[in-house]
């Protein structure tokens, strides 16, 4: 499968996590498929990053170090306003979370959020040995 498919797939994996995240309190064998379809978003964005590790493609780990930061760093200041939000207005609250499904996916459609957590730093920890090693390479 080529690296343009694979990028379409992952990005349907995207939106599917994110609808399947405003599913409320699922039970039972719907919140084991959840964890499972959390799990399967890494395959296609794993597989993109070990072939550009392979291949060196410094623009491919570069695209994965920064999405990685991004959603990492995004999530973790959506959890902290969400932390505060009962503090504010129920509808600032329900921004901030729908805020937080979008850039934390799958985080809160797999319901394991270190899982999540686990798999975007994975991906930011390879892309950014990998990017200092082509940059030891180079003079």
Request: proline fraction near 4%; include cysteine; aromatic fraction near 14%.
């Amino acid at each position: 499968m080529s690296n343009k498919k694979l990028f379409w797939v992952w990005a349907l994996y995207y939106f599917l996590c994110a609808g399947l995240a405003c599913i409320p309190n699922p039970k039972g064998a719907l919140a084991g498929f959840l964890v499972l379809v959390g799990l399967v978003f890494f395959m296609p964005g794993g597989i993109l990053l070990a072939r550009f590790c392979k291949t060196e493609n410094r623009k491919g780990l570069l695209f994965f170090r920064n999405i990685s930061l991004i959603s990492l760093g995004l999530t973790v200041v959506m959890i902290l306003g969400n932390f505060m939000a009962p503090a504010l207005s129920e509808t600032f609250g329900d921004v901030l979370y729908a805020v937080l499904i979008l850039v934390s996916v799958p985080m809160v459609c797999c319901r394991v959020w270190v899982l999540s957590l686990f798999g975007w730093a994975c991906y930011l920890t390879v892309s950014q040995q990998h990017l200092n090693k082509l940059r030891e390479k180079t003079p």
